[in-house]
Antibody, heavy 126, light 108 residues
Framework: HLQLQESGPGLVKPSETLSLTCTVSGDSIRSTTYYWGWIRQPPGKGLEWIGSVYSTGKTHSSPSLKSRVTISVDTSNNRFSLSLSSVTAADTAVYFC??????????????????WGQGALVTVSS | DIQMTQSPSSLSASVGDRVTITCRASQSISSYLNWYQQKSGKAPKLLIYGASSLQSGVPSRFSGSGSGTDFTLTITSLQPEDFATYFCQQSYSTPLFTFGPGTKVDIK
């Protein structure tokens, strides 16, 4: 049974770097089938995709966050990580990690986030 | 960038009601549209992918339809556990994704 678990500091000071790790259990992050992603949700607001990473380390990031985002993968420990630099109060959110799957119900394949972590609240405050 | 909108932003319904939520894309996204359900304090749960394919384990009272720019999520007979917020998400521009703003379904 696949499980994802976010971990990291719950409080980050403005201008510093937010760092989170997602540990995957029940599946290998080395799988060539999946990407792994980060999504965030400010309190009371909607969902925002941050970026995704493949087992090879190839990444894609939201254009609005790209200059501040680093996503990496650690296949030895079956986990992937997010770093978001120069944070402000606007970066306060619940951060979710998720598995990005695909299905050939459509061609090219349909892609979707099918497994999610429980989420980690990160507050940016001095 | 592909922008997603949803309507209504919220609705009140009773158990047993048929509920319809609409999602619109700013440009054609073919059938690359997913639906998620989120309950308070929980992670989103995938309901529908590829506009109309039901995710494994999701009750058949949930269905999705549409293509191009206009999509619909229908719950045929609302159950108590269905009170939640529903989000659409486009995957046409994979590997870049955008979500709709959400529709909150609460008890009338």
């Amino acid at each position: 049974h696949l499980q994802l678990q976010e971990s990291g500091p719950g409080l980050v000071k403005p201008s510093e770097t937010l760092s989170l790790t997602c540990t995957v259990s029940g599946d290998s992050i080395r799988s060539t089938t999946y990407y792994w992603g980060w999504i965030r949700q400010p309190p009371g607001k909607g969902l925002e995709w941050i970026g995704s990473v493949y087992s090879t380390g190839k990444t894609h990031s939201s254009p609005s966050l790209k200059s501040r985002v680093t996503i990496s993968v650690d296949t030895s420990n079956n986990r992937f990580s997010l770093s978001l630099s120069s944070v402000t109060a606007a970066d306060t959110a619940v951060y979710f990690c998720a598995r990005l799957s695909r299905s050939l119900v459509l061609v090219p394949a349909a892609t979707f986030f099918d497994y999610w972590g429980q989420g980690a609240l990160v507050t940016v405050s001095s | 960038d592909i922008q997603m909108t949803q309507s209504p932003s919220s609705l009140s319904a009773s158990v047993g009601d048929r509920v319809t939520i609409t999602c619109r894309a700013s440009q054609s996204i073919s059938s690359y549209l997913n639906w998620y359900q989120q309950k308070s304090g929980k992670a989103p749960k995938l309901l529908i992918y590829g506009a109309s394919s039901l995710q494994s384990g999701v009750p058949s009272r949930f269905s999705g339809s549409g293509s191009g720019t206009d999509f619909t999520l229908t719950i045929t007979s609302l159950q108590p556990e269905d009170f939640a917020t529903y989000f659409c998400q486009q995957s046409y521009s994979t590997p870049l994704f955008t979500f709709g703003p959400g529709t909150k379904v609460d008890i009338k």
